[in-house]
C-alpha cells in the first residue's frame, strides 16, 4: 500500500502486466501499418513513461513527437477548458498514431480529434495503455487497447494523483476504504490488556472485538453461526478458524464504518493469523500492528493473586496455576510473535506503570503507525 496526498492506493497492475500489454500493443500496431513509418504521439504529461516503454518494443522505424493537455480559462471564467497544445510538425500523409496512457471520459480524445480535424492525416489511429470502458462517454473509435480497468482511479507509470505517483514502474488503484488502523492486542493474563482496551477505543474510535465476547453473543442470539460454534464445543472439539472467521467477518462488516478495529484473543495461531490478514485484505485493508503488553512474570502473579482476592475467580487464586497460564501464554503466543515480526508490525510495550503512562506508551505506536 502507498499513501500520496491524502489518499492510499494498494497494488494493481505490475510492471510486467504493463510490459506485456504494451508488446502486445507494439507488435499489433506494427502488422498493422505495414511498409509506413508511423508518428507516435504521445499526449503529455501522463503518457511519457507508456511512449518510452512503447517504443522501445516497437521493431521497426518510426518517429515519436508529443502535444501536451493544458487548461485554460474558458469564456466563462468559471469553466476550464483543457486544450491540447504543441502540434508543430506538419502530418500531412501521415500515419499518425496516439499514445494514451489512459482513457477515461474520452474528453481528452474529443480534444484529439477537434485538432486533427483539419491535419491532412492520412490515417489517426487511437492507442492507450489503459481503458475505462465504464467511464467512456464518446463514440470515437479505440483501434488499440492495452488493459480495460474498473472505473476507479489509478495512479504509477505516468500517471498522477495531484502531481504524485508518475514514477511508480506500477500502478495502483484507490482503496475505497481509506485508511484504517487495525490492531491485534496481545498481552499475558493480567497485562492490562482490557482497560486498555477500553482507552484506545474510545482514543482512536475504534471497535474493540474480543473474540470470546462475539463467541457468547452469537452463541446467546442463536445465530447460525453461533449455533454452528456450539456444535462444535458441545462435543468437545475446536471450533474450526473459518467458523470463528465468519463471525469476525460479520462483526468487521457490522462496523463498517469504523475508523478500525482492536483484536482481542485472536488470532492464537499462525493459521489464524493468515486468515485474519486475508480477511482484512478482502475489506481492502490490513492489520497494522500486534501490541503486545510486556509484564514481568512476578509482577503478573502479584496482579492476579491481588484481583482473585476480590473477582473470586478460582484460576486468579493459586500462583501455579496462574504461573502455568502464563507459561502457556508465552509457548502459544512466541510464534505469533514471529509472525508479525516479520511483517514488522510487532511491537512491545511495557505493560508496568499507571495506566495512563501506558496508554501514554500504546498511543505513541499507534499515532506512528
Ligand atoms: P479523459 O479525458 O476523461 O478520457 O481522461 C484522460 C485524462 O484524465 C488522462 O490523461 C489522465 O490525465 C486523467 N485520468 C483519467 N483517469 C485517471 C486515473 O485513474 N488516474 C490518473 N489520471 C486519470
Ligand atoms: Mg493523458
Given at each position: 500500500m502507498i499513501k500520496l496526498h491524502d489518499k492510499y492506493f494498494k497494488p494493481f497492475i505490475s510492471a510486467q502486466q504493463?510490459?506485456?500489454?504494451?508488446?502486445?500493443?507494439?507488435?499489433?500496431?506494427a502488422r498493422d501499418v505495414g511498409d509506413e513509418i508511423p508518428v507516435f504521439v504521445g499526449i503529455l504529461n501522463g503518457s511519457f513513461m507508456v511512449v518510452s516503454?512503447?517504443?522501445?518494443?516497437?521493431?521497426?522505424?518510426?518517429?515519436?513527437?508529443?502535444?501536451?493537455?493544458?487548461?485554460?480559462?474558458?469564456?466563462?471564467?468559471?469553466?476550464?477548458?483543457?486544450r491540447l497544445i504543441g502540434l508543430t510538425q506538419d502530418l500531412t500523409g501521415r500515419t499518425v498514431i496516439i499514445l494514451e496512457d489512459i482513457i477515461d471520459s474520452g474528453n481528452t480524445l474529443a480534444e484529439v480529434h477537434r485538432i486533427f480535424k483539419n491535419e491532412k492525416v492520412k490515417t489517426l489511429k487511437i492507442a492507450t495503455l489503459f481503458y475505462k470502458p465504464e467511464a467512456y462517454k464518446k463514440d470515437f473509435k479505440l483501434h488499440y487497447i492495452g488493459i480495460e480497468i474498473p472505473n476507479k482511479f489509478i495512479v504509477g507509470f505516468g500517471l498522477d494523483y495531484d502531481g504524485l505517483g508518475r514514477?511508480?514502474?506500477?500502478?495502483?488503484?484507490?482503496?475505497?476504504?481509506?485508511?484504517?488502523?487495525?490492531?491485534?492486542?496481545?498481552?499475558?493474563?493480567?497485562?492490562?490488556?482490557?482497560?486498555?482496551?477500553e482507552f484506545l477505543k474510545e482514543k482512536y474510535n475504534l471497535v474493540h472485538i474480543s473474540t470470546g465476547d462475539v463467541f457468547r453473543y452469537n452463541i446467546k442470539n442463536e445465530t447460525a453461526l453461533g449455533m454452528l460454534a456450539k456444535s462444535y464445543m458441545d462435543k468437545g472439539a475446536l471450533v474450526p478458524d473459518q467458523v470463528t472467521i465468519d463471525?469476525?467477518?460479520?462483526?468487521?462488516?457490522?462496523n463498517a464504518d469504523?475508523?478500525?478495529?482492536?483484536?482481542?484473543?485472536?488470532?492464537?495461531?499462525?493459521?489464524?493469523?493468515?486468515?485474519?490478514?486475508?480477511?482484512?485484505?478482502?475489506?481492502d485493508s490490513q492489520i497494522?500492528?500486534?501490541?503486545?503488553?510486556?509484564?514481568?512474570?512476578?509482577?503478573?502473579?502479584?496482579?492476579?493473586?491481588?484481583?482473585?482476592?476480590?473477582?473470586?475467580?478460582?484460576d486468579d487464586a493459586d500462583a501455579s496455576i496462574i504461573r502455568n497460564r502464563i507459561t502457556e501464554y508465552y509457548n502459544k503466543t512466541a510464534i505469533l510473535k514471529d509472525y508479525y515480526t516479520a511483517q514488522d508490525k510487532y511491537y512491545g510495550v511495557d505493560g508496568v506503570g499507571s495506566i495512563k503512562d501506558i496508554t501514554g506508551r500504546l498511543s505513541a505506536i499507534i499515532d506512528a503507525l
Open positions: 504493463i510490459d506485456q500489454a504494451l508488446g502486445q500493443m507494439a507488435s499489433e500496431i516503454d512503447f517504443v522501445k518494443k516497437y521493431p521497426k522505424q518510426c518517429e515519436v513527437t508529443f502535444i501536451k493537455l493544458a487548461s485554460y480559462e474558458g469564456v466563462k471564467s468559471t469553466e476550464d477548458i483543457e514514477h511508480l514502474p506500477e500502478v495502483y488503484q484507490i482503496k475505497e476504504t481509506q485508511h484504517m488502523t487495525n490492531l491485534v492486542l496481545f498481552g499475558p493474563p493480567g497485562a492490562g490488556k482490557g482497560t486498555q482496551a463471525m469476525l467477518n460479520a462483526e468487521v462488516e457490522k469504523a475508523n478500525g478495529f482492536i483484536f482481542d484473543g485472536f488470532p492464537r495461531t499462525n493459521a489464524q493469523a493468515k486468515a485474519l490478514d486475508e480477511l482484512m485484505d478482502s475489506k497494522n500492528a500486534m501490541i503486545a503488553l510486556e509484564v514481568d512474570d512476578e509482577i503478573l502473579v502479584e496482579r492476579l493473586l491481588k484481583r482473585g482476592k476480590t473477582s473470586g475467580r478460582p
